[in-house]
């Protein structure tokens, strides 16, 4: 059983920034894991937002936060992270990390990851 816990959530004001942690603890190595981050708004379907192989070297990130976000992972600390940059309300959701077996191309839908965390508030205020 893989268990992730996400932290880094908050209030934010637009055009500011956050950083998303996601830590694995136990017997969790997500070394062999590809990861990704995910996102929920009020009212909304699940959305990607941005994947990471297992060794770091392939990212993909979506359309609407290009630019702005950037996934990274340390699997020496098992932790991912999302740097999330300039801010608009419409980024205001919860934050879920995920792991998944690494697939060719990178996973961007819900049933590529098998295993999720609780998630973390985000609101962006304008």
């Known amino acids: 059983q893989v268990h992730l816990v996400e932290s880094g959530g908050g209030l934010v004001q637009t055009g500011g920034s956050l950083r998303l942690s996601c830590a694995a603890s136990?017997?969790?190595?997500?070394?062999?894991?590809?990861m990704a981050w995910f996102r929920q708004a009020p009212g909304k379907e699940r959305e990607f937002v941005a994947g990471?192989?297992?060794?770091?070297?392939?990212?993909y990130i979506a359309d609407s936060v290009k630019g702005r976000f950037a996934i990274s992972r340390d699997n020496a600390k098992n932790k991912v992270y999302l740097q999330m940059n300039s801010l608009k309300p419409e980024d205001t959701a919860i934050y879920y990390c995920?792991?998944?077996?690494?697939?060719?191309?990178?996973?961007?839908?819900?049933?590529?990851?098998?295993?999720w965390g609780q998630g973390t508030q985000v609101t962006v205020s304008s």
């Open positions: 995920a792991a998944g077996p690494q697939r060719l191309p990178l996973g961007s839908k819900d049933v590529d990851y098998d295993y």
């Open positions: 136990g017997r969790t190595f997500i070394s062999t894991y590809a």
């Open positions: 990471m192989n297992r060794n770091g070297g392939n990212s």
